[in-house]
């Protein structure tokens, strides 16, 4: 969100933004907040003048009673009531224009950095740096379902019956791997001196529009009934949270937190839900990283956490690349994203493995997250984010990458130790 202030004094360059993003529906609410923001300090400038106007009659009307002229204290009293009156009706009028002119602030997208390339959709996002060899074995890869099945781990089937589509069971090895690829992230990212958090895995309301627009809430969270909670899609969302209506002394920062969670989403507008396969399901697993910094140090803090996810799968033998988010392809908060995406053999292409942003003040200015300074003055915290890991996604491309001629699996020494020393999966059907 942005700063009001900003938006009055800068109305052409927020909606030249708004075109950038080709949200051009959106230009109209530039004019009109700005209208409603003039009217709202017209409001409250009355308001301060009355009720210094009221206090100086106030004070006259005990003088005029003693001085015996009660006709002149009576006339007070009823400026002093009217002033009353009128106070009363622009406190209503306050409220309600500040929630006009918020409603509108929330959606008003967030100005991109200088570098996001101008384009419609992901369809135009841009190719940055590719980092290991892209191999194609001169042997099939089969689709990661069955390399899952040819190790008895993973049950589809029972899954439906429970759950519905876009559930799984893992199992033996499997599920094992799963665990321990969490675990390397998890001590992986400690190594980096990131603190280790377990967040809570529901979140109230007022967190959820602080972290993330209402149309990405309306596509991701999944609401519990009865109750002012929603399951999180990713553990950003409780450890931006965590900070809510927080004054942060400077030398706390940066804040460099690395967070376990399950995540839950809806998956709306995903083109349904896979019967067979856990590229897009509606639960899932991930080590995630969060940075709470100085604005001026943000963009190094987005170099530093896109390169260690680069770091993570390139340790596990994964040829990956990063993609650069486009305008139109950034959330409404967004200043800057890039996706990590890993290579599949199979498909002889790469696909999204996890996504780093930059979300400039805009949590910050929603939650209330605040930094002291007392030289230069209180100001608002950077925030960003980055995906570790998110299995059972990744273990498709780990899996396709470390498969062998004879269907087992490669454990890159890494894993050995979360894995009991093995060395390899052997097919077991």
């Known amino acids: 969100m942005l700063d009001i202030k900003f938006v009055r004094a800068n109305p052409d360059i927020v909606k030249e933004n708004i075109k950038k993003k080709f949200q051009d529906e959106k230009l109209p609410l530039v004019d009109e907040v700005i209208e409603l923001d003039k009217e709202l300090r017209e409001a409250k400038t009355r308001v301060e003048y009355l009720r210094s106007q009221r206090n100086t009659i106030s004070k006259q009307i005990g003088m005029l009673m003693g001085q015996g002229k009660k006709d002149e204290a009576e006339e007070a009293k009823k400026q002093v009531s009217e002033m009353a009156d009128e106070m009363a009706a622009l406190d209503v009028k306050e409220q309600e224009l500040t929630e006009k002119v918020k409603k509108i602030m929330m959606v008003i997208p967030n100005i991109i950095d200088d570098s996001v390339p101008v384009g419609k959709d992901d369809s135009e996002n841009v190719e940055n740096e590719r980092f290991g060899e892209p191999v194609v074995p001169d042997y099939e890869i089969p689709y990661h379902v069955d390399i899952m099945e040819s190790f008895d781990g993973i049950d589809l089937d029972a899954a439906r019956k429970t759950s519905g589509n876009g559930f799984y069971y893992l199992k033996g090895d499997i599920a094992r791997l799963h665990s321990a690829i969490l675990s390397y992230a998890r001590d992986f990212m400690i190594d980096r001196g990131f603190t280790y958090y377990v967040p809570p895995f529901m979140i109230r309301a007022a967190v959820v529009n602080g972290v993330m627009s209402f149309a990405e809430m309306e596509n991701m969270m999944y609401k519990i009934e009865g109750e002012d909670l929603y399951l999180i899609g990713t553990s950003e969302h409780s450890m931006i949270g965590k900070f809510i ?185």
């Open 245 to 429: 209506d927080t004054m942060l002394d400077e030398s706390e920062l940066p804040q460099t937190l690395t967070s376990y969670s399950p995540c839950f989403r809806k998956e709306v507008g995903a083109h349904g839900i896979e019967e067979r396969g856990v590229y897009r399901i509606h639960q899932f697993e991930k080590q995630e990283m969060i940075v709470v910094c100085k604005p001026e140090e943000s963009m190094d803090w987005y170099n530093k956490l896109w390169k260690n996810t680069v770091d993570f799968f390139r340790s596990l033998d994964i040829p990956v690349r990063t993609l650069e988010c486009c305008s139109g392809d950034l959330a409404d908060l967004k200043v800057k994203s890039c996706d990590v995406e890993a290579w599949s053999p199979r498909q002889q292409k790469y696909f999204e493995v996890g996504s780093c942003s930059n979300l400039g003040d805009a949590q910050a200015r929603r939650l209330g997250i605040r930094v002291k300074n007392k030289e230069k003055g209180n100001y608002l915290p950077h925030t960003l984010n980055n995906t570790v890991v998110a299995p059972p996604r990744m273990l498709i491309a780990f899996l396709e990458n470390n498969l062998n001629a004879d269907g087992s699996v490669s454990i890159p020494e890494p894993l050995r130790m979360y894995m009991g020393g093995k060395e390899k999966i052997e097919v077991k059907k």
